[in-house]
């Protein structure tokens, strides 16, 4: 089946650590999305990609930073530079073209301590 | 400042009870979304409409395209409709990215 794997769902590190979170898609989708959710507010992207080897900032990327080498994959790691890490991280990824909705991940639950 | 609004942030229902859920937004659209999110954390996309409305099982989305507000209506409310539903919309200059709200929590007691 078609669709998009996050793992894992939980991740606990320590202050001070990088840590990078999976996200692999097989639906032959253009377009990649990573967007962090905290209680009480809405998703925020952090950062997309169109198309391989190519990625843009979204509205919330300081600390964060992407790579984009595979169509299939696109994995965020969290630097010790994000002040506040710990989040709900959901990766998505959709067609490219104006009308075509958007799938989700499971997301990972990730804890710094 | 481009925003997306829903309303109620909270609601709380009776099983059987028909159900709407109200999202606002700032400027024009091409299309606007409805997400379904359960308490797991995994997201559904529900509906993608531009105009007009779209039906799937008790499920019902309309926008306004003039008023620049959507509603989602669930009818015969189920327990399994427990949720956060979602509007999320493409404010800015890009369709590919989307401006979400804050979600609605629905609790649909038996």
């Known amino acids: ?28 989708h253009d377009a990649m999305y990573w967007y962090r959710q905290d209680p009480g507010q809405g998703l925020r992207l952090i950062y997309y990609s169109q198309i391989v080897n190519d990625f843009q900032k979204g509205d919330i990327a300081e600390g964060y930073s992407v790579s984009r080498e595979k169509k299939e994959s696109f994995p965020l790691t969290v630097t010790s530079a994000q002040k506040n890490p710990t989040a709900f991280y959901l990766c998505a990824s959709r067609r490219t073209g104006d009308l075509y909705e958007q799938y989700f991940g499971p997301g990972t639950r990730l804890t710094v301590t | ?13 009776q099983e059987g009870e028909f159900i709407t859920i109200n999202c606002s937004y700032s400027v024009g659209i091409s299309a606007l979304h409805w997400l379904q999110q359960h308490p797991g954390g995994g997201i559904v996309s529900l509906f993608m409409l531009s105009s007009g409305k779209k039906k799937h099982g008790r499920l019902i989305a309309t926008i306004n395209i003039q008023e620049k507000h959507s509603s989602l209506h669930i009818t015969a409310s189920h327990p399994r409709d427990s949720a956060v539903y979602i509007c999320a919309a493409p404010l800015g200059s890009s369709n590919y990215k989307l401006t979400f709200g804050k979600g609605t929590l629905l609790t649909v007691n038996p």
Do not use: H, W
């Not at chain 1, 894992?8 to 979170?21: A, C, D, I, M, S």
């Open chain 1, 1 to 28: 089946d078609g669709g998009i794997t996050q793992s894992p769902k939980y991740l606990f590190r320590k202050e001070g650590q990088n840590v990078t979170l999976s996200c692999e898609q097989n639906l032959n």
């Open chain 2, 1 to 13: 400042k481009n925003e997306v609004e829903q309303s109620p942030q909270n609601l709380t229902a």
